[in-house]
């Protein structure tokens, strides 16, 4: 597959590309371009080159709920709880989303997980470039794995690794299959290649889950993990007015919450 329009996206994906970031053939398409990452001091961003609008979905009747401000996810994530104090990033590749999960310096811990080792040396060399290394904590696994040894089964991990549940969220930014997404009006989640919707949720549902996905996903497949009577967040985030992708914000199974992060509105 030619990278070309990639490479000429390559400073909106890392602003430092040129301080020798590192890239995997996937991670050209599959990165979080950084605007959209990306964590800022001040509450809505100002001075920052894109600025990313939330896209009201009109989508009530599917118990789907919008707001107008402008959000991105390191910022937007931040605002959980204060009692969350770990954040585990499940498809972390070249490190996109766990740099700007470690540079806003919210968590106490940022757990990134990767399975492939050349695209976790990436994550690791890019992190360095932020300076950021020692603050995430890398597994090299497969993350579904992972994340049952974590939950059911913690002694088997090594100390480093446990995690608090109770002060737990998840982010995954999975794999959609390739670009070849684009092409669908409506994006199948049942569908998605290597892991499907339900396969995820499966994994996720006992903790707080943030999930990207495509922005032509199927509303109405999200909407079927809506408790009865709940309402979640799904929230498009666009780079100069043009969506990149969604995230459906679940809360955990037997939450009293609709959604898990709080905004002084
Ligand atoms: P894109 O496919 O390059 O669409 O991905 P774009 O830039 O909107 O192109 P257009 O010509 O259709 O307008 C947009 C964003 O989707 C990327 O920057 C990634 O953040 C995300 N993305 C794309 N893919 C194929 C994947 C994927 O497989 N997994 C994940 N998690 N994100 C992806």
Same mark, same amino acid.
């Given at each position: 597959?030619?990278?070309?329009?990639?490479?000429?996206?390559?400073?909106? +994906?890392? #602003?430092?590309? &040129?301080?020798? $970031?590192?890239?995997?053939? %996937?991670?050209?398409?599959?990165?979080?371009?950084?605007?959209?990452?990306?964590?800022?001091?001040?509450?809505?961003?100002?001075?920052?080159?894109?600025?990313?609008?939330?896209?009201?979905?009109?989508?009530?009747?599917?118990?789907?709920?919008?707001?107008?401000?402008?959000?991105?996810?390191?910022?937007?994530?931040?605002?959980?709880?204060?009692?969350?104090?770990?954040?585990?990033?499940?498809?972390?590749?070249?490190?996109?989303?766990?740099?700007?999960?470690? +540079?806003? #310096?919210?968590? &106490?811990?940022? $757990?990134?997980?990767?399975? %492939?080792?050349?695209?976790?040396?990436?994550?690791?060399?890019?992190?360095?470039?932020?300076?950021?290394?020692?603050?995430?904590?890398?597994?090299h696994a497969d993350s579904f794995e992972y994340l049952k040894l974590a939950l059911e089964q913690p002694n088997k991990l090594h100390e480093a690794l446990r995690i608090d549940p109770a002060a737990t969220v998840l982010f995954a930014s999975p794999p959609w299959g390739g670009p070849g997404y684009r092409t669908d009006d409506i994006f199948n989640l049942h569908e998605m290649e290597p892991y499907n919707l339900k396969r995820l949720h499966e994994a996720y549902k006992s903790l707080d889950y943030a999930l990207y996905l495509p922005r032509t996903s199927d509303l109405r497949q999200i909407a079927r993990l809506v408790p009865d009577g709940k309402k979640i967040e799904v929230v498009q985030y666009c780079i100069e007015g043009a969506s990149k992708a969604l995230i459906a914000w679940i809360p955990a199974e037997g939450s009293p919450h609709e959604t898990f992060y709080y905004y002084d509105e």
């Open positions: 597959m030619c990278l070309c329009r990639y490479w000429s996206q390559r400073y909106t +994906l890392f #602003e430092a590309y &040129d301080s020798g $970031i590192y890239l995997t053939d %996937d991670a050209w398409f599959g990165v979080t371009p950084e605007p959209v990452a990306q964590c800022v001091s001040c509450p809505f961003p100002g001075p920052s080159p894109v600025r990313l609008l939330l896209r009201p979905l009109n989508k009530v009747s599917l118990g789907l709920t919008s707001s107008t401000k402008y959000r991105q996810i390191a910022y937007e994530v931040a605002g959980v709880s204060p009692s969350k104090t770990t954040i585990i990033d499940l498809f972390a590749g070249v490190g996109g989303n766990a740099i700007q999960f470690a +540079l806003s #310096e919210r968590w &106490d811990r940022v $757990i990134a997980v990767e399975r %492939d080792g050349d695209t976790l040396a990436c994550a690791q060399n890019n992190a360095k470039i932020y300076e950021i290394t020692n603050e995430i904590t890398w597994v």
